[in-house]
């Protein structure tokens, strides 16, 4: 009688769970809904645009566009910011990781919240800046005159936009990994004799690899989508500080429009490329 009972009191309870199941179906199936047709229209739907324009006029008149040479310049003045941008920032950003992780000092909170400043910043703010510090209204112009030092308006002032705008990526990937890992490794490496250089190379770098390479990987799509800051500085010159962004911009303005979505292809599969790369970085970091 006793299991009969108590068989009676727990039918109720698990037939109310399976109700609830039930009820949370339509609610789940909604969601997906919404989801996928946000995903349809913001991400798939342009690209799908993009694509059928591009090839719109056949494939000769595709490749016609991306063989051009001035669409050629841009894209190798977009590579050339881009591998400028991830030298510097990976160096740089590893130094700063490891300062703010390692070390205790005055103004290390104020150091921390400047590594995002880029992020808060507008690139169009980033852009005007540089070109009052190196422009012609700069009080250290003349002497980058008398250096023949030419920034603004040139391949070095499209490389310190870039470089300023990717900047946190690399050490905002390192940082919680450096937090999360400790001290531990590195003060018994210091113990047993290891110099400074040997601990970071030997015990700090090999943790910290996946994280590196992931925000080498989020630096190379900024770096290469990178629009406003170099739109300010570029001048526009065309087959000399045009971008492949501003290309595609120069493009779009003249009403070639075949030719301007044949070129943004180009920057559609570098993106796919990035993408499938940080896919599997993340999974690499989530399996350490």
């Known amino acids: 009688m006793a299991q009969q009972g108590y068989s009676r009191s727990v039918a109720p309870t698990g037939s109310v769970t399976v109700r609830e199941r039930n009820r949370m179906r339509p609610a789940q199936v909604a969601l997906l809904v919404v989801a996928l047709a946000f995903v349809a229209l913001m991400l798939v739907l342009p690209l799908v645009v993009v694509l059928v324009t591009a090839f719109r006029e056949g494939a000769g008149a595709w490749l016609a566009a991306v063989a051009d040479k001035y669409t050629l310049r841009a ?9 400028f941008a991830v030298v510097i920032n990976t160096a740089l950003g590893l130094c700063a990781a490891w300062l703010v992780t390692r070390f205790n000092f005055r103004g290390k909170k104020v150091l921390s919240a400047l590594l995002d400043l880029p992020m808060a910043v507008s690139p169009v703010i980033v852009g005007l800046s540089l070109l009052l510090v190196f422009g012609r209204k700069s009080p250290i112009y003349p002497l980058l005159t008398a250096l023949h030092l030419d920034i603004m308006f040139a391949v070095p002032g499209i490389i310190l936009a870039t470089v300023f705008v990717t900047f946190p990526f690399v050490s905002r990937s390192v940082i919680p990994v450096l937090e999360a890992r400790g001290t531990d490794e590195e003060e018994a490496a210091a113990l047993m004799g290891a110099s400074g250089r040997t601990i970071f190379f030997r015990v700090t770098l090999p943790h910290v690899r996946w994280a590196l390479t992931y925000g080498v990987v989020l630096c190379c799509a900024r770096a290469m989508g990178e629009f406003g800051a170099v739109s300010v500085v570029s001048g526009h010159l065309r087959g000399l500080t045009n971008t492949l962004p501003l290309h595609i ?17 180009i920057l559609v599969v570098l993106a796919l490329v990035i993408l499938v790369a940080k896919s599997v970085l993340t999974r690499r970091m989530e399996e350490e």
């Open 249 to 265: 911009e120069i493009l779009f303005n003249e009403f070639q429009y075949v030719p301007a979505f044949a070129v943004s292809t």
């Open 75 to 83: 894209l190798g003045l977009t590579l050339v910011a881009t591998l």
